[in-house]
């Protein structure tokens, strides 16, 4: 992807220079995106992200990010104590399925995964496989929702590791979950603390019950506040969501249908790729780090912030 700020039509001989030098300093990273609906055979999702993910290494990407929770239905749709069977250890079965994977590919790989970390302390856990196949990091869903279809508050203790990027060989990744990705709060402090771009794992669709047109609010509100968070803080966004219709268990709704529209946007909120909302497969977008400096140059955000008189940030609401 190539950016310029400036058109032949608008700028003289210097303003085209500068123009000509930030094309040569670009610092391309290759991200792929796995979108993909999956089945109650966990074993064949596996095999069905495996496949994607080699299609993006066969496109050149360096880094690849699945959706949340990938390796089964999104089984939040219902309380069942028993479900919890489906979490595992952290290193575990899957760090070990796909660190192999990554070893392969010589790719850097995030994963979603249900995390069994005690009797009955579960977390919903991004984790970043470096490409040696090694654990770079990981970061456990701060921001957990309890909504209909979405009981995630009955499976998921709160995150506890804050919110700091994990560092591997293609950069500081600022890795957050789905329902995170409704707070500025987190995207900002993920950029504070060095990220050079936010990705967001994601399972989320429209209860089958809500009308069109909600559901349509619904899409749209998710998607720009997304951009939103890539403009506020200078840095590229991806997002990787899953897609397809999934049944609600219980009979008491009938169930959620995925948005897919897994998307990479830039520093300045614009898409760079997008899936269509039934489209499943990989996709590999050229993601240019270093632009981030150049856009918060121009808008100077970080600069500019009052960070003298933001106290009442951490009250839960007014005076």
């Given at each position: 992807?190539i950016f310029?700020?400036f058109?032949?039509?608008?700028t003289?001989?210097a303003?085209?220079?500068r123009?000509?030098?930030?094309?040569?300093?670009?610092n391309l990273?290759?991200?792929?995106m796995?979108?993909?609906?999956?089945s109650?055979?966990?074993?064949a999702n596996?095999?069905?992200?495996?496949k994607?993910?080699?299609?993006?290494?066969?496109l050149?990407?360096?880094?690849v990010?699945?959706?949340?929770?990938h390796?089964?239905?999104y089984?939040?749709?219902t309380e069942d104590?028993s479900?919890?069977d489906?979490?595992?250890?952290?290193?575990?079965?899957s760090?070990?399925?796909?660190?192999?994977?990554?070893?392969?590919?010589?790719?850097?790989?995030?994963?979603?995964?249900?995390e069994?970390?005690?009797p009955?302390?579960y977390?919903?856990?991004?984790?970043v496989?470096?490409?040696?196949?090694?654990?770079a990091?990981?970061?456990r869903k701060?921001?957990?929702p309890?909504?209909?279809?979405y009981y995630?508050?009955?499976y998921?203790?709160?995150g506890?590791?804050?919110?700091?990027p994990?560092e591997?060989s293609?950069?500081?990744?600022?890795v957050?979950?789905c329902?995170?990705?409704?707070?500025?709060?987190?995207?900002?402090?993920?950029?504070l603390?060095?990220?050079?771009?936010?990705?967001y794992?994601?399972?989320i669709g429209?209860?089958?019950n809500d009308?069109?047109?909600e559901?349509?609010?619904?899409?749209q509100?998710?998607?720009?506040?997304q951009r939103?968070?890539a403009?506020?803080n200078?840095?590229?966004v991806i997002t990787?969501?899953r897609?397809?219709?999934?049944?609600?268990p219980s009979?008491?709704?009938?169930g959620?249908?995925?948005?897919?529209?897994?998307?990479a946007a830039?520093?300045q909120?614009?898409?760079?790729a997008q899936f269509?909302?039934?489209?499943?497969?990989?996709?590999?977008?050229?993601?240019?780090?270093?632009?981030?400096?150049?856009?918060?140059r121009g808008?100077?955000?970080?600069?500019d912030?009052?960070?003298?008189?933001?106290?009442?940030?951490?009250?839960r609401?007014g005076?």
């Open positions: 992807m310029s700020g058109s032949c039509n608008e003289g001989y303003d085209l220079i123009q000509a030098i930030i094309i040569e300093d670009m990273l290759k991200v792929g796995v979108q993909q609906s999956c109650t055979d966990i074993q596996i095999e069905k992200l495996k994607s993910v080699r299609g993006c290494a066969e050149g990407a360096q880094l990010v699945l959706q949340e929770l390796n089964s239905v089984f939040c749709q104590a479900l919890c489906l979490a595992e250890t952290i290193p575990g079965p760090t070990e399925t796909f660190g192999a994977l990554a070893r392969e590919l010589g790719i850097v790989l995030v994963l979603s995964l249900f069994r970390r005690a009955g302390i977390h919903n856990t991004a984790v496989i470096e490409k040696d196949g090694s654990i990091g990981k970061y701060m921001h957990i309890d909504d209909p279809g995630e508050k009955f998921f203790t709160p506890d590791l804050g919110f700091n994990v591997t293609v950069g500081k990744l600022g957050l979950v329902w995170d990705q409704w707070y500025p709060e987190a995207a900002r402090l993920m950029a603390n060095g990220a050079q771009m936010l990705i794992p994601t399972a429209g209860v089958a009308s069109p047109f559901q349509e609010l619904q899409f509100a998710w998607q720009l506040v939103g968070h403009v506020a200078g840095l590229p990787v969501n897609t397809g219709k999934e049944k609600d009979g008491n709704t009938r959620l249908d995925f948005w897919g529209n897994s998307f830039g520093p909120g614009e898409i760079l269509g909302t039934d489209e499943e497969g990989a996709k590999v977008v050229d993601v240019d780090l270093d632009r981030t400096e150049y856009v918060r808008w100077p955000f970080f600069r912030r009052r960070i003298d008189a933001y106290q009442d940030i951490l009250k609401y005076k």
